[in-house]
T-cell receptor
Framework: EDKVVQSPLSLVVHEGDTVTLNCSYE??????LLWYKQEKKAPTFLFML????IEKKSGRLSSILDKKELFSILNITATQTGDSAVYLC???????????FGAGTRLTVKP | DGGITQSPKYLFRKEGQNVTLSCEQN?????MYWYRQDPGQGLRLIYY???????QKGDIAEGYSVSREKKESFPLTVTSAQKNPTAFYLC????????????FGEGSRLTVL
């Protein structure tokens, strides 16, 4: 059975802290791994990772994939209250473009 | 502007009633999806469609039905057979020939009274 596991499920930090969110997966026909940020309603796309070891960066956010150990991390440096959200990890499979989501990590950044 | 529009945003239903959630996209995407989101469980796939007049069950299709008569539209009906329908429903779409990134609507929150 394909599964995506995120940890921790929730995290509370203070502004300025650095956080690392984890995503591990066990799937067949892996195509790519995606990170989404969900604040109130629609998840918004952050990163898509297809190759191991290549870090993707966008401002204070960065992410990397390890296809040998089957995991990815999402780093957020110098956190701000606006980073408070649920961060979803999803794995895209080759068969039928099926996408499997993890349960999400709820990040709360306190002032 | 291109995007995915879901309606209604909030919906209340009495037990035993069917309800239909609308999803329309003008992105010219060929694949469309319906997900259900419950607290602490992430997104679970209900149904998906890769082409007009064809759709497949996802992991939790029981108690739901869909249709795909037009490329732009993928409505979801929550039937009275769905035992626990109160949830947040998200519609998404993508190009099957593209990167696979999903684009999401704003969601519909259904509450059964």
């Amino acid at each position: 059975e394909d599964k995506v596991v995120q940890s921790p499920l929730s995290l509370v930090v203070h502004e300025g802290d650095t956080v690392t969110l984890n995503c591990s997966y066990e799937v067949t026909n892996f195509r790519s791994l995606l990170w989404y940020k969900q604040e109130k309603k629609a998840p918004t796309f952050l990163f898509m990772l297809t190759s191991s070891g290549i870090e993707k960066k966008s401002g204070r956010l960065s992410s990397i994939l390890d296809k040998k150990e089957l995991f990815s991390i999402l780093n957020i440096t110098a956190t701000q209250t606006g980073d408070s959200a649920v961060y979803l990890c999803a794995v895209l499979l080759y068969n039928n473009n099926d996408m499997r989501f993890g349960a999400g990590t709820r990040l709360t950044v306190k002032p | 502007d291109g995007g995915i529009t879901q309606s209604p945003k909030y919906l209340f239903r009495k037990e035993g009633q069917n309800v239909t959630l609308s999803c329309e996209q003008n992105l010219n995407h060929d694949a469309m999806y319906w997900y259900r989101q419950d607290p602490g469980q992430g997104l679970r796939l209900i149904y998906y469609s890769q082409i007009v007049n064809d759709f497949q069950k996802g992991d939790i299709a029981e108690g739901y039905s869909v249709s795909r008569e037009k490329k732009e539209s993928f409505p979801l009906t929550v039937t009275s057979a769905q035992k626990n329908p109160t949830a947040f429903y998200l519609c998404a779409s993508t190009m099957t020939s593209g990167t696979g990134e999903l684009f999401f609507g704003e969601g519909s929150r259904l509450t059964v009274l």
